[in-house]
């Protein structure tokens, strides 16, 4: 089975900086119906961070993790980068002092950052937020290992949650307000993930 490192995780950031400056603008147009309108530039801002900083993290990939969560809290204070900064914490305790993490332990470290960001931001599943998709996205990578067929399934799983809360309305965060109104329209906070998943590709390509 392959396992996942600090290079990986170097690799995997890099992609995900790059293709989250290219859809910022369509993520901040998605949060303007929803929210400040500002989401895009949170995003690419945190993964930019930790791409630019990377090379420095350590091979303890707990350590790494922890660099990941500094970054992205270090340039975006707002909820939704206090939440992603507290998912790597989570991955943070549960890789720390290893050097390689088993990919078929994906599925538990989403699973684990997702029970944390409901902890830190009292949100649940089904509000209509990021932490549906990372459910979809735990709940279908289980006990697999990496490979282009499991990133395809993972990143099929997230687009099905996305399409089916579009059509329901919002209970979490700012977007709540909205109440009715947001029936029909996507989560930004579930497109921010599904793009995150589908800048990944095969860890391993």
């Given at each position: 089975?392959?396992?996942f ?24 147009e998605?949060?303007?119906k929803l ?15 930790i ?17 990941c969560s500094?970054?992205?809290?270090r340039v975006?204070?707002?909820?939704y980068?206090t ?11 549960a890789?720390k002092?290893?050097e ?7 599925a ?9 960001m409901m ?12 932490l549906?998709?990372?459910d ?6 289980e ?20 399409a089916?809360?579009?059509e329901?309305p919002?209970k979490?965060?700012r977007?709540r ?14 497109l921010?993930?599904l793009?995150m998943i589908?800048?990944?590709?095969d860890p391993?390509?």
């Amino acid at each position: 089975m392959a396992d996942f490192t600090t290079t990986d995780l170097r690799t995997a950031a890099a992609r995900i900086a790059d293709h989250a400056d290219a859809v910022k603008d369509a993520l901040c147009e998605a949060d303007a119906k929803l929210g400040d309108g500002d989401l895009g530039i949170t995003v690419a801002a945190g993964w930019r961070e930790i791409a630019d900083n990377a090379d420095g993290f350590p091979d303890d990939v707990g350590k790494a993790f922890l660099e990941c969560s500094k970054c992205f809290q270090r340039v975006s204070s707002s909820s939704y980068g206090t939440l992603v900064a507290t998912a790597f914490m989570s991955a943070a305790k549960a890789c720390k002092g290893r050097e390689a993490v088993p990919f078929a332990e994906v599925a538990s470290l989403t699973r684990g950052a997702c029970d944390a960001m409901m902890a830190r931001g009292k949100g649940n599943l089904g509000d209509k937020s990021v932490l549906d998709v990372m459910d979809a996205a735990a709940t279908v990578s289980e006990g697999a290992d990496t490979g282009a067929a499991v990133h395809a399934a993972v990143l099929a799983a997230a687009a099905d949650c996305v399409a089916t809360f579009r059509e329901q309305p919002n209970k979490l965060g700012r977007a709540r307000m909205f109440g009715e109104k947001s029936i029909g329209l996507d989560d930004p906070g579930q497109l921010a993930a599904l793009e995150m998943i589908r800048a990944l590709g095969d860890p391993q390509g």
